[in-house]
């Protein structure tokens, strides 16, 4: 999943849909092409998990 993110990243990132000066046209064609990447993509959807057991909760890390 993380390579799939990794790869949508910069498409994602265009943060034109929320800027105040930009007309509301061109924001709702850039909201509606961020609605148009996979779901997958989105980094809220990431899940840090254990490096020894690949549990997704009570996560061990390197310190």
């Known amino acids: 999943m993380r390579g799939k993110l990794n790869k949508m990243s910069e498409k994602r990132n ?3 849909h929320k800027h105040p000066d930009i007309p ?3 924001q709702d064609k ?3 092409n961020l609605y148009k990447l ?3 993509s ?3 959807r990431v899940r840090n998990r254990c490096i020894y057991m690949g549990r997704p909760h009570f996560v061990y890390e390197f310190f």
């Open 14 to 16: 265009i943060r034109d």
């Open 24 to 26: 509301s046209e061109m």
């Open 42 to 44: 989105s980094f809220a």
């Open 38 to 40: 996979p779901r997958k």
């Open 30 to 32: 850039h909201r509606s």
